[in-house]
């Protein structure tokens, strides 16, 4: 394998990121091997979700759905009873290509690929079109018990709010974790740009070559993702933008390292001076050869091992002045200095900038259950340390950031039930993070913050 193979797959990978995710996941993902679950639990924790993020109402959600529980909870059954006997139905003609079990409090719907004379089958859309009717006629009647709209803030909306009028800006249909689409999406285009390239699905050779030229973290966000299933439930469109915002950021990021990474493969090969790559030949051409050539019984005939350097000249150095020790006067007794308060500011930034370069990938490590699960690593890649001062006792006390939006649902005192948990507030694992790092450069006593 050589440099310019390797700039032309990652050319290629980058050239098929331009495609529309949403364009695949309409061609090739909506069409995949797909699991639908309903719960009326989810139902449910959705609902709470909506009343909690609602302007409309002073009480909390889960209090507003036990005061009406004894209305709700036949409307609840019957959605649940309609989209059961929907799927049965489609189930009874689709030559058993899709099959229905019943589960308490809803259903599983596993929906196989299927070819017919029109094509191929969209899965994603069939399922969403079996239950969208049901869960119209039941979120109108919802509405009806409540007595007043559903009201929320949007950035993107006029008047900066939004009246949830329909179950369509309600609801949505979620990924299970695992295997997404953007995550499928960046699976086939590294295979697409690897064929392509290479005539090869094997990245152990690309993961190779990355590493020989120091670009081994470019496709750390790929993952062996199964793309014969799609695990999809219904759920609270609010959850589903967020998703989204996170997998558009993945996406963001890797076109970043992609590009950063062609740039860096010609820099390798600048012409005028040697390359990173001839410079290193030629350095191991001259230790094989310089024993050789002190020996009188060899004559030894070589290529120049010269390297051409490039950049900026070297400073010299300067003359060193020379004092007169005759009229030196005698040196005063050494004494202690106490380190100044710039010092010791300078020296917390230092540590503050150590910290940094290793945070995201710890948050990423100690990210797991019941605390917050790392599903793309955006979340752990916006935690960085932000300043440094001093307690009343001299203790420093770092303050940290991370993208509120949308995490800050998680933090207990500003996110709400179910979502901001103890064990879920982002503050937790940060500040396990930044602790882990710190116990690492022996840095004694000290405070975080969230700004």
Known sequence: MSSGNLKKFLTKLDKELQRSSEDYRTAVTNKKYHVFTYKSTDLRNTLKLLLDKSTSFDNEGREILRNIREELTPLIAK??????????????????????????????????????????????????????????????????????????????????????????????????????????????????????????????????????????TVLQVHKKVNQGKVEVKLGSQLLNVIQSKEEQGLKRDLTKQLRNAIQKLDVVNLEGSDSLLEGQRKKVVKTVVTPFKKSKNFTVKHENTTVKESGPVALRKKPKVRRNTKTQAPLARKRKLEPREGDNRRSMFSIMAMINQKLPETVEKNMSAPGLESRTGRFARSVKLTDVSATRQNFPSFGYTYDKEPYQVFEMGRGKAPWATPERDPRRVIDASIRELAAEMALGRFYTRRV
């Open 79 to 216: 959605l649940t009873k309609s989209i059961r006997k929907e799927f049965e139905s489609i189930a009874a003609t689709s030559n058993k290509t899709v099959r229905v079990k019943n589960i308490r409090g809803g259903v599983t719907v596993t929906v196989f690929e299927f070819e017919g004379k029109k094509g191929q089958r969209d899965n994603f859309k069939l399922i969403q079109n079996a239950y969208k009717k049901h869960l119209d006629n039941f979120y109108q009647d919802f509405l009806k018990i409540l007595g007043k709209p559903i009201i929320r803030k949007s950035k993107s909306a006029k008047g900066g709010k939004v009246n949830v009028g329909t179950a369509g800006q309600a609801f949505n249909l979620e990924h299970y974790k695992g295997a997404s689409n953007i995550e499928m999406f960046i699976n086939d285009a590294v295979h697409a740009a690897l064929q392509n390239i290479y005539k090869t699905s094997d990245i152990t050779g690309i993961k190779k070559e990355l590493k020989q030229y120091q670009l081994e």
